[in-house]
């Protein structure tokens, strides 16, 4: 059995009397470690725990190790950078829309008009049916469909016949926007790839970013003026010098000769806009000429460029609080004054503004009430220097919503003009809540003696006018037209459609005109 010095812990040789190491009896103890060597494993997994425990601090708390331009970079970045949805929209119901006034009288012939609409979206796909209904019974049925570069048409009123029309066909005999968004789809760009696009530019800029032109003040107190909120924050100030300004231009100008991610993106917007395009002509060649010349004039101006951005004064000041952005300011010289871009965040809420000489000329603002309570306004200085602004409301309950993805409560929008008379005021409130029978109800309400007015309704003694949109929780039942599917290639093939909502239009202002 093996024996160890009861001192040092030096492994013996068999029948050694005293340690050769440092020079204690041996004794007669064999077979254990020694309590030494067990203190040594004690300090040496401490020291690890320790370690382990500094390492992970590190990972999951960056910002505690962050340099000043690594955190001024990151919260811009998350603050820049939004989620899109990767999923298209799919969305299936029916929906009834009814409308009426405060008068009773009147309100008996409104109540009699309305549009019944079935819709069902899925991917690509699309289906939907409008019947516009008097007393119960259709005037007018139009039903659209959409699948794999094929937009449907069917109104049977004015034709039996449902026809199909070939987007990419048409677009090349008449030049029309659907092309636009069909190129936009096969561009072959996923939604994960126009977000690195995106951040791939916004990461050009935020590198002009560095030790030499960022500066910050720990714990600094600020005024947030139109909150009127005081805050201490960490400020981070910085002034491009002309050296950053033509780096950025020069990487700016590598990159649009180098990406061909951004000339596949381009290319679909360019050579969409052209109308010699219906000529097959491609813009390939002169796209590419286009970005490489403006990669040399961005590398030839560069230096002129970044002299004036500073001679501007440009700069931006940002507080930073428990890793977020509270306050930044973005401002540059502009005639005798100063012009900036302003952002406040604090209790109350949040307020974006363009800031002219200490006036805050647009202004877009979100006040906190409570949880589920607050308000939207955006406020413009018009030509006369007076105040224009529209105030949304709103209370709600996120926890329940509609199946248009509206949570339940109550949304008030006010149209506010200072100096104006109270005539031209106009309040729109808009509830959402359960429906009768299920489903939802939306119901969008409209008042303002000036808008009676314009309408003619305030004459008729009409202070109200009100629509309910009901809407199912169940998918709806929509089918494709059974009609006769036809393909249209020339305008001729349109003769019988055109002539039968000629004479439906005939049909329906006799009927109306009777009401």
Known sequence: MDRFCPNCGTRLEEGAGKCPFCGAAAGFGGGKAPNNLKKILAIGGGALAVLVVVVLMMRYVPTAQASPVDEFVRVHMEALTFDLPEQALDFSTD??????????????????????????VSGQKLNTLLDVVWSGAPLMTAQFTYEDGQFGLYIPEASEKYYLFDIEEWYEKEGGSYAQLEALRRSGLSVEEWQTLYQTYLNIFLEMVDDDNLTVERS?????????????????????????????????ADALEEDQELRNAMRVFWEEYYPTVMLGISYEEDLDEYLDDLAEELREDAKEAAREVVE???????????????????AWEEGSGEQAFVYESGKSGMVLYLDENGDAIVSLEHKKLDKNKGQWNLTAQDDWEEDVSIVV?????????????????????????????????????????PGENGGSDHTLTLTGQGLMEESGLYDMGVNELFFTLHTTDEPSKITLPSAPAIQVHEEEDLVELAEGLDQLMYLLSGQLSGI
């Open 393 to 433: 409301d709103y209370e709600i309950d996120p926890e329940q919503k509609s199946i248009l993805n509206i949570p339940y409560g109550t949304y008030t929008l006010s149209l506010y003009a200072q100096d104006y008379t109270w005539e031209n005021e106009m309040e729109m409130t808009l509830q959402v809540g």
């Open 95 to 120: 929906m009834t829309l009814r409308m009426g006034v405060d008068n009773a009288f009147i309100n008996a012939y409104f109540r009699q008009m309305g549009v019944d609409w079935e819709i069902d």
């Open 312 to 330: 501007s004064g440009f700069y931006t000041q940002v507080y930073i609080r428990d890793g977020r952005i509270c306050y930044e300011r973005l």
């Open 220 to 252: 600094k107190g600020v005024q947030l003026p139109q909150l009127g909120e005081k805050i201490k924050a960490d400020c981070y100030t910085f002034r491009p010098n002309e050296k950053s300004v033509e780096k950025m231009l020069r990487r700016l």
